[in-house]
């Protein structure tokens, strides 16, 4: 198989090309002049006459060039040196080159092939030029196979380090394409975590501006103090909003180490996330706002690690913001339980949030416009919509976290969360 070329430029190439062919000539002239010594201390002409010497020099050249194609036909080009060598000194140099370059593809029966043919060669040689008595003596048997078996040595040697290169380069090129790839999948999950930690910040502040102005809208029987106490509630609602917003884009946007921020202002000191210890805030957000909460807690919430209350917080609250959206007005049931795991030392808080399914929706997994009860005479507003990527955002932070989230109606027609976040004893 032919192996790839490895940063190989246009002047490596002739370089490359220009060395071997030199060697190649300067081999066969040095054989060729050594013959001539020999033939003149004999005291014979070659075969085909003393111009033969000449015309040895030039089949030679002619071999030389001929090397050129060696990589597009190679056992051809080996082939035709090698026979031509036979009557030809000069072109002896050349089929070793030829070969050696045969032997790098490291094919066995390429290399058999040409054996035979090498010895005939060197018997030619003999023959053509007779420098001794006998035209096939022991020596010369056992210089043609010592010849062909180094110059397949050294090809095969060559051909073995250049696999070896390959295989590195292309290791090297699967190691960036891998490394490029988990750039990627960072870069979506890191997208993903922040479109879910922005969606969980936002959304039960928002549903809470969209419900109130909502109500101010198609009110019309509600007093000054009632209009100013529901604006001041979506004022503080909009403003805590933008508070928690600003927290997330200052994370985003802090390097981390670096007392400044963004523009170059010292960064202000980010408020704590909240966590299990804070929903009795949380539902005395959604009770201010008109909804019906039950909650109900057991086992020591303080002691479970940040992380895990963070998360079991966020899973709340969105249970709260999904209940407003699709059932407002109706009981939500909240329990939140901590306790170890079955068989093992690791403890779990197991979240459970209940609230019925209004009537005419068969799930409270997607969302869409919804009209409170009363809406009909004038006295309720519209429900804020959502994407329905709430619950499955909600299921993902369970999973990423080590836990499961399930949701769906359940026998009593009633709409129920359960997640469960697990952490080490």
Known sequence: MPLPRIARTRSGHVW??????????????????????????????????EDWLLVDVAVGLALTVLLL?????????????TVVSGCSSVGIGASVVALVSLATRRRWRELVLVAPFWMVAGWAHAVVYPTEPETVTLPNVVIGALSYAVSVAIGWAVGERRAFVASLHE????????????????????????????????????????????ALTYRTDLTPNEVAATAEIVRDSANRALTELRAVLGVLRDVPGDPTGADGSPSLPQPPQPTLCDLDGLVGDATAAGERV??????????????????????VQECLTNARKHAPGALVRVVVTTAPEEGSTDHAVRVVVRNPVPVGRTSGAVDDVVAAP????????LVATGAGLGLLGLTERAVLAGGELTYGPDRAGDFVVRARLPWSG
């Open 16 to 49: 490359g090309e220009t060395w071997r062919l030199g060697v190649a000539l300067l081999f066969g002239l040095a054989i060729w002049a050594s013959v001539q010594v020999q033939l003149d201390d004999v005291g014979v002409d070659p075969r085909f006459g």
């Open 69 to 81: 194609w060696r990589r597009r036909w190679p056992l051809l080009v080996a082939l035709v040196t």
């Open 171 to 214: 290791r090297a090129l699967t190691a960036e394409r891998e490394q490029a790839m988990r750039v990627v999948q960072a870069q979506l999950a890191e997208r993903a975590r922040i479109a879910r930690e922005m969606h969980d910040v936002l959304a039960h502040r928002i549903s809470l501006v969209a419900m109130h102005s909502g």
């Open 294 to 315: 039950l909650l109900e807690r057991s086992g020591a919430l303080d002691a479970v690690p940040q992380q895990v209350s963070r998360n079991a917080y966020r899973i």
């Open 374 to 381: 009363g809406a009909a005479d004038g006295r309720a507003g």
